[in-house]
């Protein structure tokens, strides 16, 4: 798209933005006084202090930063059995379905020792273990039935 003839462009970019303020060395802050205010507050005398952060200038608001804050976790003093040991047995011998639940309760135990978190630790120890007491014994269920199938089985076979 050309400009038409007659086209002043500078005329028309002084219509579309306003020019700058006209030059001060002498003022190295705005004079002091009360400035209206743009955003609809009550307006303050400059210098005074701000009730809601407000910049070095009116209505431009200041930016705060605020610390990073870390919180660092402590372990507990005396940590709970996580039985972690005793539910790897139960998984792989006894149940597994049930040794593979009580594997989870015992690696959060471990977790919540190390996080602090005396409350969620004892939870999961407790579950944990009566996890790990079920497996066993559905395991050793299993095994004394297993046993009495095999002896059941062999009383009724023929000998040669």
């Not at 507050?41 to 952060?53: F, I, L, T, V």
Request: net charge neutral; charged share 5%.
């Amino acid at each position: 798209m050309e400009p038409q003839e007659g086209w002043n462009t500078s005329e028309k970019a002084k219509l579309l933005q306003p020019g700058p303020p006209p030059y001060q060395d002498h003022l190295s802050h705005p004079p002091p006084g009360n400035f209206p205010s743009t955003s609809g507050y009550q307006a303050q005398q400059y210098g005074a202090s701000a009730p809601y952060g407000q910049g070095p200038y009116p209505g431009h608001p200041a930016v705060t930063v605020q610390p990073a804050v870390y919180v660092t976790a402590v372990p507990l003093m005396y940590p709970l059995p996580d039985y972690l040991g005793y539910s790897i047995f139960t998984m792989l011998c006894c149940c597994l379905p049930l040794g593979i639940a009580a594997l989870v309760f015992s690696l959060s135990t471990r977790n919540a020792n190390m996080s602090g978190q005396q409350q969620l630790a004892e939870t999961n120890s407790k579950m944990a273990l009566n996890l790990n007491h079920t497996a066993l014994g559905i395991g050793i269920v299993i095994m004394v039935l297993y046993i009495t199938l095999i002896v059941v089985n062999s009383k009724h076979q023929p000998h040669p």
